[in-house]
């Protein structure tokens, strides 16, 4: 898929931490993937920090398949090291990978603003993620686009609900499908090819196979969502495959 984008996920894990502080809830890895996935495939992902602080975290980011990288404890200086090692990570993977079209900071902190720079000097899309109450506006302004943690918990737009008489073996591919139209949605996608959505589920679950829930193919998985009333459907002209159109039935129109 031309589209599909190749990201380099790179978190400051010392700075989160500083934005979580007095908060009732945890700052949780698995929303922010699943966030970026929507972008594309994520081919990197490290996090740093001095981990013998963060010990509760360790078993989370090892499910999620972040590498972890120690940092030793600030140095004497006051400049914490992990700024340090996480640009030098980055500016090395932009000129040895030119593959890594995307590369996200998941930061607030000030300091990685040149490093943004240099990374969108060298043709790179640059997408910043952090708290709100510790992202820096410099950051943020420089950022290609900036993602705020609190949006990853508040739901968009106002995608179909699955009714209760949903069969059970097909529930989860619905919901999937819906999740995956919502995340394309919010990306700004205008056509909504069949292949695009197959992709952004295969993201989100790799192990996703529309047969397994009762379907032959995907384009019956499409097809049963429209019955349902869940999505409104368009056949391409140009390659006979069907597009996602919308939500819900098409409207009733008044004489």
């Known amino acids: 898929m031309p589209d599909a984008h190749t990201l380099a996920v790179f978190v400051d894990f010392e700075n989160l931490a500083l934005g979580f502080q007095g ?23 490290k996090a740093y920090a001095d981990w013998t602080r963060y010990g509760e975290y360790k078993k989370e980011m090892h499910e ?6 120690e940092i030793p404890k600030r140095s004497m200086s006051g400049k914490n090291s992990a700024d340090i090692r996480l640009c030098v990570d980055a500016i090395d993977l932009c000129y ?15 300091d990685f603003s040149p490093l943004v720079s240099k990374l969108k000097e ?27 943690y609190e949006d990853l ?27 995956a139209i919502t995340a394309l949605v919010r990306e700004n996608k205008e056509v909504l090819h069949a292949s695009m959505i197959k992709d952004t589920i295969r993201r989100k679950l790799p192990s996703f196979n529309e047969s397994y829930h009762g379907y032959r193919s995907f384009g019956d998985l499409l097809e049963d969502a429209e019955k349902r009333g869940l999505i409104r459907l368009n056949t391409d002209p140009r390659s006979g495959t069907y597009a996602v159109v919308g939500f819900g039935k098409e409207p009733s129109r008044r004489s």
């Open 23 to 45: 908060r009732k809830s945890r700052f949780a890895i698995g929303k922010v993937l699943e966030r970026l996935v929507e972008k594309g495939k994520i081919i990197v992902k």
């Open 64 to 69: 999620a398949a972040i590498e972890l990288i």
């Open 96 to 110: 040895s990978k030119e593959h890594i079209d995307t590369f996200v900071i998941v930061s607030g902190d000030s």
């Open 122 to 148: 060298n043709g790179k899309h640059v997408i910043g993620l952090g708290v709100k109450n510790s992202s820096s506006n410099l950051l943020i302004d420089n950022c290609d686009e900036f993602i705020y």
């Open 153 to 179: 918990e508040r739901p968009s737009g106002s995608p179909p609900v699955l009714g209760e008489d949903t069969p059970k073996e097909k529930k989860q591919a619905l919901q999937l499908l819906i999740d």
